[in-house]
């Protein structure tokens, strides 16, 4: 099969072993492959590693994928994961030719290993993939076979903002700063759940237009804190609980960036009784305000990839609005043009969402 292979800074298209399915595994040929931020970050290590000289194993990245199941392993005529219109308790058996998409995780020999970040196991950047029939989900039937490949590899990016907004205050405005893929999905998702009204924040103007096209209430520049931007919404928070009696109803900010300077500024302008959501991925250690924090009773929550029942919403809420999401797809590629994509998504800052189609 043809895949994207990175080795260091460099993405080729080569020729590769085709996937064989084990026990309990599915054979996908995604029709859609997202570029994750992720990707970026993936390839800019490499590219150091080699850089200094250190031995890097070659990867097949992509791990945002959708496509058509091409091939079964043994033991796979139980139910897969669940569906898009089922409950998520793995309810509906996993045929070939289905329409799917996968959670990109799976057991190696030294634990579990992402799909797609893992030299082992190799992502949707390829003509087939193999994932856990366990962790398959088919893709709800009102999403059209033609555009199930683009719109269902949105699934994954979906599911991790679902997975954010579930840490939100069940009430109140929700501030979202960062509207990359997740960023936009929490908005998203908010909105089609009845939550908010949701502020945007982003420096992008084209970024910003995207989100009050998935719904956002508004959409801002950076500059203004917390509470002017909440103050546009008619929420006012107080300094403190009064005489500590009954809390206020409180906002939730979300924070999609992963920058150190911009989550120690949201938690210095956090006002009382409000939610931080740390969604971006920040890596790099943090100077936090704690006794501010602490004062102002400032409760701070962390969120991490997903958990199956968010794929299940995910693709749920896919199926039911497929044109609000297809609205973040700012190109589509084939895969001889991988490595351009990652230069555009690097360079671009317009650029929201690009997919390869690995069969194209």
Known sequence: MRAAVMNGQRISVEAVDD???????????????????????????????????????????????????????????????GTGTGTGTGDQ???????????????????????????????????????????TFVLPESIH??????????????????????????????????????GLMVIAAAVLQGRGPVIAVDPSEQRRDVARRVGAHSAHAPGASLVELLDTVGYRPSTMSPLLREDPEPATIVECVGRPEVIETLLTQAPAHSRVVLAGACIHSLEMPVLQLTLAEVAVETS??????????????????????SSMITAQLPLVETEHAFALLENEPEQVKILINPNA
């Not at 799976?106 to 290993?113: A, C, L, S």
């Not at 979906?158 to 069940?170: D, E, I, M, W, Y």
């Open 19 to 81: 996937p064989t399915p084990g026990p309990g595994q599915v054979v996908i040929a995604p029709e859609a492959t997202g570029i994750c931020g992720s990707d970026l970050h993936l390839r800019e290590a490499y590219a150091s590693f080699a850089q200094a000289g250190l031995e890097v194993e070659p990867i097949i990245p992509g791990h945002e994928f959708a496509g058509r199941i091409v091939a079964l392993g043994s033991d796979v005529d139980a139910p897969g994961g």
């Open 93 to 135: 058996a996993l045929r070939v030719g289905d329409f799917v998409t996968a959670i990109p995780f799976t057991h190696g020999p030294d634990g579990p290993e992402g799909i797609g970040l893992s030299p082992r196991f190799g992502g949707g950047l390829a003509e087939f993939v193999l994932a856990d029939a366990t962790s």
């Open 145 to 182: 076979p033609d555009r199930a490949g683009a719109v269902g590899a949105l699934a994954e990016p979906l599911a991790v903002g679902l997975r954010a907004l579930s840490k939100a205050a069940p009430q109140g405005p929700i501030v979202v700063v960062g509207t990359g893929p997740i």
């Open 304 to 325: 991490f990839a997903y958990r199956p029942a968010d794929f299940v919403t995910s693709a749920q809420l896919l199926g039911t609005h497929p044109e609000i999401f």
